[in-house]
Structure formats: C-alpha cells, structure tokens
C-alpha cells in the first residue's frame, strides 16, 4: 500500500478529500527482444518450487514456460520470459494445466 497524492482534473464529483482508493497504475516495461516484460494477472502465475511458470497455448494444447517475476503489485505481475506478442498466456484454469504437467514429471 502506498499513500499519494494527486490532483484529479475533469470531473471528480465522486470523489472526496482523504478518500481511500485502489487503482491500478500501470508500470513501464521494456519490450526488447532481450528483457520484455508482459504484465498478467497473479492468478497466470504457477509455480514448481522456487521457478515461476506460464503456460503458453501451442498447436497442441499449452506448454509450461519458465520465467521471472520481475515485479510483483496486488493482483499483478510482471514477468520477464519467453513469451512473445500475440501468444496466448492462461490467466484461468492454471491450476489444472499445472496438475495435467507436474504429474508426467513425476512419472519419470
């Protein structure tokens, strides 16, 4: 939690003086080849021990990719990986696709 203060310009009849507030404030990213960053909710995030997963929509289903948590923000992270524009990252159902992957591991 951060205490700020601001100046709201154009309407603002809702709001009063001291009012507390949850906004959503969006974090600048780098979108180079090397250290893009993609912002999802928390809930896209699994987890196998201390490694970070997404899990990444393929011609075949999903595939668990690993990546870092380079920020972290409510129900927000920020996540630096293989992860491409335009790919599609599950933001629901991760428990199950991490169930469906971890247990094929611990098969072998």
Same mark, same amino acid.
């Given at each position: 939690?951060?205490?700020?203060?601001?100046?709201?310009?154009?309407?603002?009849?809702?709001?009063?003086?001291?009012?507390?507030?949850?906004? /959503?404030?969006?974090? =600048?990213?780098?979108?180079?080849? *090397?250290?893009?960053?993609? !912002?999802?909710?928390?809930?896209? &995030? @699994?987890? /196998?021990?201390?490694? =970070?997963?997404?899990?990444?929509? *393929?011609?075949?289903?999903? !595939?668990?990719?690993?990546?870092? &948590? @380079?920020?972290?923000?409510?129900?927000?992270?920020?996540?630096?990986?293989?992860?491409?524009?335009? !790919?599609?990252?599950?933001?629901?159902?991760?428990?199950?696709?991490?169930?469906?992957?971890?247990?094929?591991?611990?098969?072998?």
């Amino acid at each position: 939690m951060v205490t700020l203060r601001a100046l709201v310009q154009g309407k603002a009849s809702r709001l009063r003086p001291g009012e507390v507030l949850s906004v /959503d404030l969006p974090t =600048a990213t780098s979108n180079t080849p *090397t250290t893009a960053a993609w !912002e999802l909710p928390l809930s896209a &995030v @699994a987890h /196998d021990g201390q490694q =970070a997963y997404v899990f990444v929509r *393929t011609a075949d289903g999903f !595939e668990a990719r690993a990546v870092h &948590v @380079a920020a972290r923000a409510g129900q927000r992270v920020q996540i630096q990986g293989p992860v491409k524009a335009g !790919e599609q990252v599950a933001v629901s159902g991760v428990v199950a696709l991490k169930g469906a992957w971890i247990n094929p591991k611990e098969a072998q």
